[in-house]
Structure formats: structure tokens, C-alpha cells
Nanobody
Framework: QVLLVQSGGGLVQSGGSLRLSCAAP???????????MGWYRQAPGKDRELVAS???????DYSDSVRGRFTISRNTSRKILFLQMNGLKPEDTAVYYC????????WGQGTQVTVAA
């Protein structure tokens, strides 16, 4: 069964915004809150890279390429991870994946984000 279910993404103009969501219906709340959750992306011909992460205490970290534009957050009671993406650039175009690392580990199915110049 799928551990993480993603939604959001799509096509947006440069400078626009999108929000990605990642639901974890199979995880119990404590496992979700204690896991390190992250968003990765993979552009064509490139390796998958970590974009943002959030730890159990709420500490966040971002790659240099998105810091100040993207915000990772989670709603523990609803067991949903978010990635708010503002000021999107064409180089942000990629398939985005959410990831959970903890008592259970897994990936979302991926969602395409395309930023038109």
C-alpha cells in the first residue's frame, strides 16, 4: 500500500506560486510527527535532490536554490506535509517527491511542477 499520497503541482508562469501536499493516511500521528519529512525533486537528466526538510521539533532546512522562496510545513493532526512554493523559476521545473524517514520510510508517487518562462 502507498505510504504517502501527493497532490498539487501543475503548470505555472515564472514568478507564480504553487502548493504541494503529501498525506500520510497509513501513519499513526506520533510516527508522522516524529519522522523527518522532506521534499525532493528530480529534473530530467539530473539526480534527485533534497529541496526542504522538517524534523520532529519543527526545525527546517532548505537547499540554497530555494531558501527564501519555498516553505515546508506540516499539519500533524491531519498528517499532511506541505511545500509552499513562491517566486517560481523555470529551473524549479521537476518532478517533486515527498519522503518520510522514521519508524516507517517511504516516498510519495511524485507530482510534476512545470514553470513556464
Amino acid at each position: 500500500q502507498v505510504l504517502l499520497v501527493q497532490s498539487g503541482g501543475g503548470l505555472v508562469q515564472s514568478g507564480g506560486s504553487l502548493r504541494l501536499s503529501c498525506a500520510a493516511p497509513r501513519l499513526i500521528t506520533s510516527t508522522f510527527s516524529n519522522s523527518v519529512m522532506g521534499w525532493y525533486r528530480q529534473a530530467p537528466g539530473k539526480d534527485r535532490e533534497l529541496v526542504a526538510s522538517i524534523r520532529s521539533g519543527g526545525t527546517t532546512d532548505y537547499s540554497d536554490s530555494v531558501r527564501g522562496r519555498f516553505t515546508i510545513s506540516r499539519n500533524t493532526s491531519r498528517k499532511i506535509l506541505f511545500l509552499q512554493m513562491n517566486g517560481l523559476k523555470p529551473e524549479d521545473t521537476a518532478v517533486y517527491y515527498c519522503h518520510c524517514q522514521g519508524r516507517e520510510t517511504g516516498w510519495g508517487q511524485g507530482t510534476q511542477v512545470t514553470v513556464a518562462a
